[in-house]
C-alpha cells in the first residue's frame, strides 16, 4: 500500500479506500453480512486505512456493518472514518435532506450505527435542494465545532458551489467520480488541488465495468446502481467502454495476464490531483486484487495508449 497526505488535513491515508455502497445492499448483488465483513478485513489487512460509507447506503446498513467490522477487529483509531450527510434512503429511494435539524439527527445516527464517538471526514453527499447552503453547511460546522466530526467535505459539487459553500464551512477536500470512463470532475478536482484541499474519487472501477467482467450488455432492475447511476452499462456508452476494454486487454496481455482492475487504479492514481481512490466490493478476493495494482505503475507509454483510447472512442 502507498500513503498520502490528505491535504490540509495532515491524515495519512492509503491511496486505496475501500466504499461501502454496494455493501450496504441495496442496488448492488446480494451476499452474506459475511462475506462483507471479510472484504472489510482484507482490505485492512492490506493496509488500507480508510473506509467510505453513508447513511444512504441501505438506509444505515452499510455504516452498521463497517461499524461492527471494525469494532470486532478493535481498529478504529488506526482508521479514517468517512461518512456523509444531507442524503437518505427512505423506502427504496434516495431522498435530500439539507434541513438543520436532519443534518444533526443524521449524525448522531451516523455515529451509533459506526460504534463510534467521532467521525474523521464528514461530507455533504449532493447539493442541497431543500435547504440553503448556509443552512445545511451551518449545521455541519456546529458539529464540528461539537467535536463529532473532525473535517468537512463536498461531494458532488461544482467549482462554483465550492465557492459558495466556503463561505459557511471550512472546507478541507472534495469526492467525486473519476474513472477512466468518467473525467468531467477533473476540473473540480484540480481547483481542489490548487487550494490544498484532497480529493476522493469514486467510481474508480467505473461501477465494476473497467474490471472487464462484463462483456455482453444486458439489462438491470429499475434501482440498480449499474441502470441508474453508472450510464456506461447503456447505450452509447456502452459499446465505447466495451473498446476501451480491448485496448486494456491488450496491456494487460503484455504485462503477463495482470487483472484490468488494477489498470484502471493504476491509471487514475497517476494523477496528482487524485488523493485517494474509492472502490466497492463485497469480497475478499476482489478487495486483495485491487490493492496488488499498488505494487506496479503503468508506464507513460500504457498511459499515453490509455489516454488516446479515450479520445478516439469519445470516452
Ligand atoms: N459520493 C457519492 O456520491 C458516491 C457515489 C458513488 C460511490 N461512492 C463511493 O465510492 C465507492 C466506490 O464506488 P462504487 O462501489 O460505486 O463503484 P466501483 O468501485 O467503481 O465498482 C464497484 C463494483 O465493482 C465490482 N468489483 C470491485 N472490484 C472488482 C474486481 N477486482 N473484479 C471484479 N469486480 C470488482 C464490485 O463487485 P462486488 O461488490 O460484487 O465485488 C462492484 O459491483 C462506493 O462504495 C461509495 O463508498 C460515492
Avoid at 482484507?42 to 444512504?56: C, H, K, L, M
Avoid at 472502490?279 to 489516454?307: K, M, P, V, Y
Wanted: aromatic share 10%.
Amino acid at each position: 500500500m502507498r500513503y498520502k497526505v490528505f491535504g490540509k488535513t495532515g491524515l495519512e491515508v492509503s491511496e486505496l479506500c475501500l466504499g461501502t455502497w454496494g455493501i450496504g445492499g441495496a442496488g448492488w448483488d446480494q451476499n452474506p453480512e459475511e462475506t462483507k465483513m471479510d472484504a472489510i478485513r482484507a482490505s485492512f489487512e492490506q493496509g488500507v486505512n480508510i473506509f467510505d460509507t453513508a447513511p444512504a447506503y441501505n438506509a444505515g446498513a452499510a455504516e452498521r456493518i463497517l461499524g461492527e467490522t471494525l469494532e470486532k477487529m478493535g481498529v478504529r483509531k488506526d482508521v479514517i472514518l468517512s461518512t456523509k450527510c444531507g442524503n437518505d434512503f427512505v423506502n427504496g429511494q434516495y431522498v435530500h435532506c439539507g434541513k438543520r435539524d436532519h443534518i444533526l439527527a443524521q449524525c448522531d445516527a451516523s455515529l451509533r450505527n459506526l460504534r463510534t464517538d467521532y467521525i474523521d471526514l464528514y461530507i455533504l453527499h449532493w447539493p442541497q435542494d431543500d435547504a440553503t447552503p448556509e443552512e445545511t453547511l451551518g449545521a455541519m460546522m456546529e458539529l464540528k465545532k461539537a467535536g463529532k466530526v473532525r473535517f468537512l467535505g463536498l461531494s458532488n459539487h461544482s467549482v462554483a458551489q465550492m465557492e459558495e459553500a466556503a463561505k459557511y464551512a471550512d472546507i478541507d477536500f472534495i469526492q467525486v467520480q473519476y474513472s477512466m470512463l468518467e473525467r468531467e470532475r477533473e476540473v473540480e478536482m484540480k481547483y481542489a488541488e490548487a487550494h490544498g484541499m484532497a480529493t476522493m474519487g469514486y467510481g474508480v472501477l467505473g461501477g465494476g465495468l473497467l474490471t472487464g467482467r462484463y462483456r455482453e450488455l444486458r439489462t438491470y432492475e429499475t434501482m440498480d446502481s449499474r441502470n441508474r447511476f453508472y450510464k456506461f452499462f447503456r447505450e452509447p456508452g456502452w459499446s465505447k467502454a466495451q473498446k476501451l476494454l480491448g485496448v486494456m486487454d491488450e496491456i494487460s496481455a503484455a504485462r503477463g495476464g495482470v487483472p484490468l482492475s488494477e489498470i484502471a487504479v493504476n491509471w487514475a492514481l497517476q494523477k496528482s490531483f487524485l488523493t485517494t481512490a474509492l472502490f466497492g466490493t463485497q469480497h475478499r478476493a476482489r478487495a486483495i486484487e485491487n490493492c496488488h495494482a499498488l505494487d506496479w505503475t503503468l508506464s507513460d507509454a500504457d498511459i499515453a495508449t490509455l489516454d488516446q483510447a479515450l479520445v478516439e472512442f469519445g470516452i
